[in-house]
């Protein structure tokens, strides 16, 4: 078990704070630069508190990376203006500079996304979460256009995803943030393996 999850509104209240804490702590030391006794600190909570949500820092990145794709699902569902759309091509540039812009202004969320505070646990939880996204993804396109039942849409949009992180991550790797030069080259590279499946041009919706 990563961490328990609470279904109290008190202990709701004391898990957010663990995890704003957790936040800012990575934002401040990185994600190996202290402990949960610096987290129940932050938190201004016993540390047998975040123990009894936490049996380790780890779950407390894991529950963060949760909360990050939901704050990304929740980005990725914005209505876009009609009058911004040109192609489902445009959507996804939208859509993904939305993404980049939510990640650039939170560090924490770009070291355990793309960085060195991705574990394989994270990752488990981190696929879940860009199912979510796909999803979103899926229901923007498909308010402007008619989508082809097969291949699945969100499975094209959930790999699309991938190959997003991994150049992302590159970006991240080098630069501490992901620029405009490799915001640029990722939306050609997810364009372009969309292309294998999806036409340029698009039926309208009804």
């Known amino acids: 078990m990563t961490f328990r999850r609470p279904s109290q509104a008190r202990g ?7 995890l704003d804490a957790t936040h800012h702590l990575i934002e401040s030391r990185g994600v190996d630069g ?7 600190e932050e938190a201004g ?4 508190s975040v123990y009894h949500f936490f049996p380790s820092l780890e ?18 569902a914005v209505p876009i203006e009609a009058e911004r ?8 540039a939208i859509q993904t500079e939305r993404s980049r812009t939510f990640l650039n202004q ?8 793309l960085g060195p505070g991705r574990s394989w646990q994270s990752r488990v939880v ?13 229901e923007s396109c498909r308010l402007f256009y008619r989508l082809p039942r097969k291949p699945e849409p969100i499975e094209l949009f959930l790999a ?42 698009l039926e309208p919706a009804p």
């Open 59 to 76: 779950g407390t990145f894991i529950a963060l990376v949760e909360r990050y794709d939901t704050a990304l699902a929740q980005v990725a």
């Open 160 to 201: 699309a995803i991938a190959i997003l992180e991994a150049l992302w991550g590159l970006s991240y790797h080098r630069h501490g943030y992901v620029t405009d030069e490799f915001a640029r080259e990722t939306r050609l590279a997810m364009t372009a393996y969309l292309r294998c499946y999806l036409p340029k041009h």
């Open 34 to 40: 202290f402990s949960l006794y610096d987290v129940a």
């Open 45 to 48: 909570v016993a540390t047998g």
């Open 12 to 18: 709701i209240a004391k898990f957010e704070r663990i």
């Open 85 to 92: 759309v040109s192609g489902w091509q445009n959507i996804l």
């Open 126 to 138: 981190d696929v879940a979460g860009n199912e979510r996204i796909a999803q979103r993804l899926v």
């Open 106 to 113: 939170n560090p924490p969320a770009l070291n355990l996304l």
